[in-house]
């Protein structure tokens, strides 16, 4: 519950981050993300989904290209292809390579992100 509680606020944090408007809360907004997105990780096992999507980011954040692309793929392989699990980890995976300038394989992982199949 406590990672829950986190979570909440990094994102909440995250999105007035991406709508801001105003150069006074720039810094203001992704540090108090940076924070809790850091508080999370301390709560969550290394090798559980939650924790992958979560360092991700922050090891985007710090340019760490192929650590990021090695724990998502490394996670990918457990992942069954048409559940919301695979499509958010090919999702952000799309986002490391273009971050990285890496169109061609950005644009192959957006082609495989596609909703989730509900299965029942």
Same mark, same amino acid.
């Given at each position: ?26 810094? *203001? ?8 997105? @850091?508080?999370? $990780?301390? %709560? /969550?096992?290394? &090798? ?11 090891? *985007? ?8 692309? @090695?724990?998502? $793929?490394? %996670? /990918?392989?457990? &992942? ?27 644009? /192959? ?12």
């Amino acid at each position: 519950m406590l990672t829950e509680y986190y979570t909440t606020f990094e994102n909440t944090y995250l999105y007035r981050a991406e709508f801001v408007s105003g150069d006074e809360y720039t810094v *203001v907004y992704p540090d108090s993300m940076n924070v809790y997105r @850091d508080s999370t $990780l301390l %709560y /969550l096992p290394e &090798s559980s989904y939650q924790y992958t999507i979560t360092m991700v980011p922050r090891l *985007v954040d710090l340019r760490q290209y192929d650590q990021a692309e @090695d724990m998502l $793929l490394s %996670y /990918l392989h457990k &992942s069954i292809s048409g559940t919301r699990e695979y499509s958010v980890l090919t999702s952000i995976l799309a986002y490391v390579y273009q971050c990285n300038g890496n169109r061609n394989s950005a644009r /192959l992982f957006w082609l495989r992100a596609p909703y989730p199949t509900f299965r029942r």
